[in-house]
């Protein structure tokens, strides 16, 4: 989880501004399986350069939207239209792009030189300039000295820059990466997540890549597009679905939250006993889903006196270690049970000699109380 | 927000991708191979069919004829059917005929003589009522004269309808009933041993230390390499009426159901075999700790994880040895003396009476439980497949001295039993003259001197043997690459597969038959094709199209399915992903393809005994021909040459794939 403290939140949520020449455009994308829907109108521009990532829980959508994309799967309505060209129709082939799988599909009987090579082959390109475009890649990503080596001979991150390397061979206009790390383990893949970043934004070329990891969108992407059901439920920069989540569900994919209902009354809603004040255009009387983050929960010292606008007395009720910070759970007459949780950083716990047990009050700001309309069920 | 609920799609159409180079390839390719089966699979049996349901007779109300007297003053007009109401001179069975049926209209005329000056004339009085001037075929309903010499030359020809008359002919002949019994009861005795058998030996072979696994093993395979009629040789020698061990039958005869059951018990063993260690070695180790940690007895845990985790292999065995067996035609031919089996009918009514209508008839009758069995097998064997986990712990056997003595008594009985029939062959090709002189000689190898072809005939076998492999194991493998990564088409790919796996429940004589109907057939611009290595070739590779099919399918299948939009997306044509990738990854598989084909292109008997003409008999075909003839230490002989040429062609394949494997496929080793 990202650990962002209330005091950095002075960067401003940018509005999602369009994008000044869109590369691709996706104008209501639908796909069905049968009855199943797996695509429900997916409306979406991606910039000249950008990194986008398709992220959501598995059988969300991401993945069968980037095989549309690719023309694997082709979808039963909607238009894509990639570089100013109608692509809709176009076999996979007759696309302009270069992807790489989950399982890299690296040509297991070629040496890491001809898989990097195979597509510049047969291509009218001589033989020379093949071999120093190959040297050239592979100096790239980093494995100059693999290039005679068969895949099986090359650890499971190695490969996946091979994978990278065959794919941008040829020059794509657009870049595709479905789940490039998730076969990765932690360490390789936090390190990889950088590179792939790096080079994407050394050869400027367009990238979508599907997720299911929030951090790995968070770190990566210029733009998340969050999927649930086949569905878009937000686009936007990471900074902007983190802290201004669209729905519900986006709150609660990235990211924790506290939630609990109420309804709105006087521009406040109601936490047990208390009130909040929260910074919202719905209007009155609508019943709600309140949502607050752990880490926008703001500890204060001095017991339970301090009273003011969206602070609470409470009493810390456990505490868990979770080495950069700790999580603490909040309970106290005000509540009336309903459980709260606070990641509080190092420097408070010790600041504040926080303590199972303490009594204290937590401010939950106003701009951080995050309402979202119930939905009828 | 959006919730999964009764959305659905807007209207509109659903787009097509175009099709691009690769895909009309592919498309072409399936449908050429696709057509191919179409051609020598589903024609050949729907034209057996549809002649299963012809009857062929003598419509003698369709013709009148008018007998002038020696000054030709002609007579009245009569029919033929009351001229054969008068005299008597056909039964109604004899005039139920066949295709080829002849009827000599001077026998309706008790007075002829060839040499008198009466003149004839007659005419059909229907549509179709054709009749031959020696080879000159008629058909009119005007009056045509002859003299007497040529009216002797005049033959009736009989008329098809279409109807269950065949099917009825059929079950109401108490003798080719029979054989349905017959065959039902031999098949059911050989599966029960086989399968019993086979599974002592296979579980000897996987949960035991035993030692000499790998030498059983290959004894166990020896059967495969020979003609299923050559353990009826055998047992000529040991049993037959001077047979060595004639005494130990007490007065049975080799000669009928017991020599069939004890020959197919040897032939269908390495199958059964294969497919039950197959089954046995698939088991978890983690169940049979389970099992111990439960201290179930070792009895206990055999019936409860040994026999139910084996019980698909079992039931797979069970039917692919019913339907070997029933299927056979070489051994009950070679050793069935009198007793009736329906593949026997089958040679029977087509080869020596010429009655192809009939013996369409008995192989719709066999291919039922063909197919019958086939269905049930596929079934089983999709339930097998799911047993695998991977994470499954396999089976390490544990030294029980106890066990593994029995075991090795049981695999030392099959050893004996396998390689004596073997022995006794090749005994029998060396002797000189049984039982009178028993001085070794080569004299039974001089083919040449016998019938049933000589070694032109081995030659042959050769050819057909190497071709078969070589176009067999390139269609087959095509065809399964198509069918396995083409996208879309679904109907199409469904079709290729059924036409694919179609094969495999069609009984070889049935195939062979269905040839004759499709190919002789005049009619058919493919006819010149008939008698020739052609024929031979086609028929054989689609015999064994399935298996092979199959094989290449696994092979296919390990592949990652992404290869090919990679592919794309770099640009590449997939026939360079073809050559460059898929084919090398796959040599194993191919290379046991071919091998398969090479071997069963050599033994194979029953749809080639239809086919081969004089100019392409074949190895396999002689050992019949001359066991029929009465040389049966050449025919021996001959079962030993294909047997040679079949170890060596296996050695060799273990060379080739063993080097191939070295210098291909060296990206395996880490």
């Not at chain 1, 792939?196 to 770190?219: P, Y």
Request: glycine letters at 8%; aromatic letters at 10%; one cysteine or more.
């Amino acid at each position: 989880m990202s650990v962002t403290t209330t005091d950095a939140a002075a960067d401003p949520a940018e509005p999602a501004k369009t994008p000044p020449e869109a590369y691709l455009t996706i104008r209501g994308l639908w796909k069905s399986f049968g009855d199943f829907i797996a695509l429900r109108d997916i409306s979406l521009s991606v910039a000249q350069g950008e990194f986008i990532c398709f992220l959501g829980p598995s059988g969300c959508g991401k993945t069968t939207l980037l095989r549309a994309i690719a023309g694997l799967d082709p979808q039963s309505r909607g238009t894509i239209i990639q570089g100013g060209r109608d692509v809709s129709v176009l076999p996979a082939s007759a696309r302009d792009y270069g992807i790489v799988f989950q399982s890299y599909a690296l040509f297991p009987n070629l040496t890491v030189e001809r898989n990097v090579a195979f597509g510049l082959e047969n291509t009218g390109v001589p033989r020379a300039k093949v071999t120093a475009r190959v040297a050239e890649l592979l100096e790239l990503v980093g494995l100059p000295e693999q290039a005679q080596k068969y895949p099986a001979q090359l650890s499971g991150g190695q490969q996946q820059r091979i994978a990278l390397a065959r794919a941008i061979a040829i020059g794509p206009g657009l870049l595709l990466l479905d789940e490039p790390l998730s076969a990765l383990d932690a360490k390789v893949r936090v390190h990889l997540r950088h590179e792939i970043k790096e080079l994407q934004r050394k050869l400027g070329v367009t990238t979508i890549m599907v997720t299911h990891d929030q951090e790995e969108a968070l770190s990566m992407a210029d733009r998340i597009v969050v999927m649930n059901h086949g569905g878009i439920e937000q686009i936007g920069t990471p900074t902007e679905i983190y802290r201004h989540p669209a729905t519900l569900f986006v709150a609660d994919f990235i990211g924790e939250t506290n939630r609990v209902s109420a309804t709105l009354r006087g521009g406040k809603v109601a936490l047990g006993k208390a009130e909040l004040r929260a910074e919202t255009d719905l209007p009155e009387g609508t019943g709600v889903t309140v949502a607050v983050r752990p880490e926008d929960i703001l500890p204060h010292a001095g017991g339970h006196e301090a009273a003011g606008e969206n602070r609470l007395a409470v009493t810390i009720a456990d505490m868990e270690f979770l080495g950069s910070y700790w999580r603490v759970h909040l309970s106290g007459e005000a509540l009336e049970g309903v459980p709260l949780v606070a990641n509080f950083s190092m420097n408070a716990v010790r600041r504040l000699r926080l303590s199972v047990g303490r009594a204290i009050t937590v401010e939950l700001p106003a701009d951080r109380v995050l309402l979202f309309p119930e939905s009828r069920k | 927000m959006s919730v999964t609920g009764a959305e659905t799609l807007p209207p509109g159409r659903e787009p097509r991708i175009r099709l691009d180079r690769d895909g009309i390839v592919k498309r072409l390719f399936m449908g050429i191979i696709a057509l191919y089966l179409l051609v020598a699979l589903a024609l050949p049996l729907y034209a057996m069919l549809s002649k299963s349901f012809v009857t062929y007779r003598f419509d003698l109300t369709a013709y009148e004829f008018q007998v002038s007297d020696e000054d030709r003053v002609f007579g009245e007009p009569v029919s033929a059917a009351d001229l054969n109401e008068e005299l008597q001179v056909f039964t109604d069975q004899q005039l139920h005929s066949s295709s080829d049926g002849r009827l000599t209209a001077v026998d309706l005329f008790p007075e002829f003589n060839f040499r008198s000056k009466v003149l004839y004339r007659m005419r059909g009085t229907k549509e179709h009522a054709p009749w031959l001037v020696g080879l000159d075929p008629q058909d009119t309903t005007e009056w045509q004269e002859y003299d007497s010499n040529t009216f002797r030359r005049i033959n009736l020809r009989p008329v098809a309808s279409v109807g269950v008359q065949n099917y009825r002919a059929y079950f109401s002949n108490p003798s080719l009933v029979s054989s349905i019994e017959n065959s039902l009861f031999i098949a059911t005795i050989s599966t029960v041993i086989t399968v019993l058998a086979a599974f002592g030996f296979a579980y000897a072979l996987s949960r035991t230390c035993m030692r000499f696994k790998s030498t059983f093993r290959l004894i166990a395979m020896m059967p495969i390499l020979v003609p299923s009629l050559l353990p009826g040789i055998a047992l000529i020698y040991l049993f037959g009426n001077q047979g060595m061990l004639k005494n130990l039958l007490f007065g049975h005869s080799i000669y009928g159901p017991l020599g069939i059951v004890i020959g197919s018990v040897f032939f269908t063993f390495p199958h059964a075999m294969i497919i039950i260690t197959t089954a046995l070695s698939i088991s978890d180790q983690r169940q049979y700790e389970a099992a111990e940690s439960l201290r179930a007895s070792a009895w206990r845990t055999f019936w409860t994880v040994t026999v139910p985790s084996a019980r698909y292999g079992l039931i797979s065995a069970a039917f692919v040895v019913f339907t070997l067996v029933i299927t056979d035609f070489g051994l009950p031919k070679v050793i069935g003396g009198q007793y009736n089996v329906l593949a026997i009918d089958i040679y029977k009514q087509v080869i020596g009476q010429q009655n192809f209508e009939m013996g369409a008839v008995v192989s719709v009758v066999l291919l039922v439980p063909a197919v019958l069995a086939f269905i049930v097998d596929r079934q089983v064997q999709k339930k097998q497949v799911s047993l695998l986990s991977a994470r499954s712990v396999p089976f390490q056997p544990r030294p029980n001295p106890r066990k593994d003595r029995l075991a090795l008594l049981w695999c030392l009985i099959v050893a004996v039993f396998i390689a004596g029939i073997i022995a006794v062959c090749q005994f029998a090709a060396l002797i000189k003259f049984w039982p009178y002189d028993l001085s070794l000689s080569l004299k039974n190898y001089a083919f040449d001197r016998m019938d049933g072809g000589g070694w032109a005939a081995y030659r042959n076998s050769i050819r057909l043997a190497l071709l078969t492999a070589g176009i067999g194991t390139t269609i087959i493998f095509i065809g399964a690459y198509m069918v396995e990564k083409i996208d879309g088409f679904r109907t199409g790919r469904a079709l290729f597969q059924f036409l694919a796996m179609l094969p495999m429940a069609v009984p070889g004589m049935v195939l062979g038959l269905a040839y004759i109907f499709f190919f002789n057939d005049p009619a058919n611009p493919l006819n010149p094709i008939y008698g020739t290595m052609t024929i031979l070739v086609v028929s054989t590779v689609t015999h064994f199209y399935t298996v092979g099919h199959l094989t290449a399918l696994t092979a296919l299948k390990q592949i990652d399915a992404e290869f090919e939009p990679v592919a794309a997306s770099l640009g590449q044509p997939f026939w360079r992903l073809f050559a460059r990738v898929t084919v090398p990854v796959c040599l194993p598989a191919v290379l046991d393809i071919s091998i398969y084909m090479f071997v069963n292109a050599m033994t194979t008997v029953s749809a080639v005994v239809f086919l081969y003409s004089t100019h392409t008999a074949l190895a396999s075909v002689a050992v019949l021909n001359m066991d029929d003839a009465g040389f049966i230490a050449s025919a021996a002989a001959m079962g030993m040459m294909i047997f040679y040429t079949n170890a060596a062609a296996r050695a060799l394949h273990a060379l080739a794939s063993r080097r191939v494997l070295r210098r291909t496929q060296a990206w395996r080793a880490r």
